[in-house]
C-alpha cells in the first residue's frame, strides 16, 4: 500500500529528536538523550529501546545504534518531519517531560534519577521505601558498575550529595507511581 508510514524506532527516535531537540555531536548530548528515552520509556513511552546497566545507569546499545543511524543519515529520515505523534502521545510525552524531565540541561540529575529509577524498577527491594536502605543499595550497584574503569567515574559517584540522592529517589518513586497509576505497559 503506497503512503503508508513504517513505525520503527529509528522513525521514533527522529521524532523525539525534532520534540527534544536532540543532538549526537558530543558524550553529554548522548548521554542526555539516553536518559532522556529512558524516562519517557520509563513512564509509560514506548520508543522500542531495551536497557541495560552501564557506568552511567541505564543505558541502551540499540538506542546509540539508532543514533548513528538517524543523525549520520539525515537524508533518509527527512521525510518524518511531515509525521508526528497523535495527541494521546503528545500529552504523555508532556505531563512525563513536565513532571520528570525538567530541567533536561541538568545531565547530572537525569543520571541520578535514571539510575535510582533502574534500581529500584530492576532490581526491586522491600527495603526502597526505606531512603537509608536504598542508598546503601545504590552505592553497591554504581560501584560494581564501575569496576575496571578509570578513576574518574567512580569519583564521579562518590560526589552525589544525600539531598540529590534522596531527591532522585523521591522523583524515582513518583516515576514508578505515575507508571501505575497510568497503567501504561
Given at each position: 500500500m503506497a503512503g503508508r508510514l513504517t513505525v520503527n524506532s529509528k522513525t521514533i527516535l527522529s521524532m523525539l529528536a525534532r520534540e527534544f531537540d536532540f543532538s549526537f555531536d558530543l558524550t553529554e548530548d548522548r548521554q542526555r538523550m539516553q536518559k532522556t528515552i529512558y524516562v519517557l520509556q520509563a513512564g509509560g513511552f514506548n520508543s522500542g529501546q531495551v536497557f541495560g546497566w552501564y557506568i552511567s545507569g541505564p543505558w541502551s546499545y540499540s538506542l546509540f545504534e539508532d543514533c548513528e543511524e538517524v543523525f549520520h543519515n539525515p537524508k533518509k529520515y527527512k521525510g518524518t518531519k511531515k509525521w508526528g505523534f497523535n495527541k494521546e502521545t503528545k500529552r504523555t510525552i508532556r505531563e512525563i517531560r513536565t513532571k520528570f524531565l525538567e530541567p533536561a540541561n541538568n545531565l547530572k540529575k537525569l543520571e541520578i534519577l535514571t539510575s535510582a529509577h533502574f534500581i529500584m524498577n530492576i532490581w526491586p527491594s522491600e527495603e526502597d521505601s526505606d531512603f537509608l536502605e536504598f542508598k546503601n543499595r545504590f552505592y553497591e550497584k554504581k560501584k560494581s558498575a564501575t569496576l575496571g574503569y578509570c578513576t574518574q567515574n567512580?569519583?564521579?559517584?562518590?560526589?552525589?550529595?544525600?539531598?540529590?540522592?534522596?531527591?532522585?529517589?523521591?522523583q524515582a518513586t513518583k516515576l514508578i507511581d505515575y507508571r501505575k497509576f497510568n497503567n501504561k505497559n
Open positions: 567512580n569519583d564521579k559517584w562518590q560526589k552525589i550529595t544525600q539531598e540529590e540522592l534522596k531527591n532522585a529517589w523521591a
